[in-house]
């Protein structure tokens, strides 16, 4: 009987435990401002200190856990992911997500002294929370970043108003169209690309 | 020679003159807004042969040409020749800020102008930034996307303009009226000198200068997209859209301000 008793008492502590981190936890990890920051500070520490291969799949773990990575790519490849077989699905988020973390090893070469500077935080109406922020280079003007963050995760980058996600959207779809109409040319060539 | 010149340049007065009329009578007839996601391209074939005739130019010399200037010229004499290249456009932009409603803007850029070309030695030196007057760059795109009732991303139709690349409809037709108004491009006329040289001087360090700043990001542009032609469009289109939507929340900003101070007046 007492034996039940502890029983209980420790699944009543599980279930307060999970109803908290479900309740507290995201709201408390979810400022968006601190997320956006976060993350650049983990890239500015890989591209200082990591390079090549290294450095790739270091970058492809702060997207990961950053990034809504398959909100994303699913915005990216627009109405033909409903044509798409769960298969091709699979591979096109596997290639997309190795595609952006080779970019962005690639973009940013040597650090060069840049740092971050984070404005003002904007709530939409559609949900998403835009973050200001300003890339400040050792010569030349900043560039201007915007970040759409959802719930704690970032969804899209703005560089000069130029957005990541509907700039690849309008790329795949083009793509797409040339092709057949169908996503698996797609695929194979972002694999490829991937693999080279 | 000059004769040659002269007339080709008559001739793409004419053609551009051509474009933007279609331009606006085509643009007006732009429907629904675009968005960044699929851009307006009915000349889609003849833009992209375009490109790849713009792309082959830029391959073989403008891109070597502007990777030269900016590793070998000293960084300094690249800021001078900028900061003359801004000069000369000066007026240009104080014309537009005129007709974006904000006087006030184009008399700083003007004193901006009157600075720079003397104690700035022809512009040379941008002193009017040390002085506090900072630098805008205004064209007459922006100007019609300021004041069209369409989303900032519905510029009219898209267009691969031969040489100078990337622009639409709104963009095309601001582009020739910024060449009509260019008050350097009507003095050398009048002066009779050899204006076809210094023009042709000027756009063409214009071109370099601009496309050795624009090397990073189209390189990578290019890199990483399927379709090289398609990702420059829709980025091309929401830089274009971000500028104009910038200008128009300031214009509201101010408007909202001038209206509460109305009130108050009234008060």
Redesign the interface.
């Known amino acids: 009987m007492p034996k039940l008793a502890s029983r209980r008492v420790v699944l009543q502590f599980v279930a307060t435990a999970a109803v908290f981190t479900a309740v507290v936890g995201p709201a408390v990890a979810a400022d968006p401002a601190q997320i956006v920051q976060r993350t650049a500070q983990q890239v500015i520490e890989i591209v200082k200190t990591k390079t090549g291969a290294d450095r790739q799949a270091a970058i492809l773990g702060v997207l990961q856990a950053n990034f809504d990575m398959p909100a994303m790519a699913r915005v990216a490849l627009?109405t033909h992911w409903n044509t798409a077989t769960e298969q091709e699905r699979a591979r096109f988020l596997k290639a997309v997500a190795t595609?952006e973390a080779k970019?962005y090893s690639?973009?940013f070469g040597q650090y060069g002294g840049q740092t971050l500077t984070i404005g003002k935080v904007t709530p939409r109406t559609n949900g998403a929370i835009i973050v200001d922020s300003r890339l400040n280079q050792t010569?030349g003007q900043p560039i201007k970043l915007e970040w759409e963050v959802r719930g704690d995760r970032i969804t899209d980058v703005?560089v000069?108003?130029?957005?990541m996600v509907?700039?690849?959207?309008?790329?795949?779809?083009?793509?797409i169209q040339?092709h057949g109409g169908k996503v698996e040319p797609?695929v194979s060539?972002?694999e490829a690309?991937a693999a080279r | 020679m000059i004769g040659v010149t002269r007339a080709f340049a008559a001739s793409i007065r004419r053609s551009m003159v051509a474009v933007a009329l279609a331009g606006t009578v085509l643009g007006g007839c732009a429907s629904g807004d675009t968005g960044?996601?699929?851009?307006w391209d009915p000349l889609e074939t003849p833009n992209r042969f375009i490109f790849s005739i713009n792309r082959a130019v830029d391959v073989m010399a403008l891109r070597p040409l502007a990777v030269m200037y900016r590793d070998l010229v000293p960084?300094r004499a690249q800021t001078g020749v900028r900061n003359v290249l801004d000069n000369l456009g000066e007026p240009v932009t104080a014309i537009n800020e005129v007709f974006q409603g904000d006087p006030n803007r184009a008399a700083t850029t003007m004193a901006r102008f009157l600075v720079n070309s003397t104690i700035g030695v022809a512009g040379i030196f941008d002193v009017a930034s040390s002085f506090g007057l900072e630098r805008t760059k205004e064209d007459f795109g922006k100007t019609i996307g300021l004041w069209a009732g369409v989303e900032p991303e519905n510029g009219g139709f898209y267009l691969m303009l031969p040489a100078y690349g990337p622009s639409n409809a709104r963009d095309g037709t601001g582009l020739m009226m910024d060449y009509l108004v260019d008050p350097f491009r009507i003095l050398t006329f009048n002066l009779a000198v050899d204006w076809d040289v210094w023009q042709i001087g000027r756009y063409g360090m214009n071109a370099v200068d601009y496309r050795s700043r624009t090397i990073f990001a189209l390189d990578?542009?290019e890199?990483?997209?399927?379709?090289y032609?398609?990702?420059l469009?829709?980025?091309y289109t929401?830089?274009r859209?971000?500028?104009i939507?910038e200008k128009r929340e300031k214009t509201n900003a101010r408007s909202e301000l001038e209206r509460r101070d109305n009130l108050a007046l009234v008060r």
């Open positions: 627009g595609a970019a690639e973009r010569s703005k000069e108003g130029v957005s509907m700039t690849r959207r309008s790329d795949f779809n083009s793509y040339n797609l060539e972002l690309r | 960044a996601a699929e851009v960084e990578d542009l890199k990483n997209s399927v379709d032609y398609a990702a469009r829709s980025a929401q830089n859209a971000d500028q939507r």
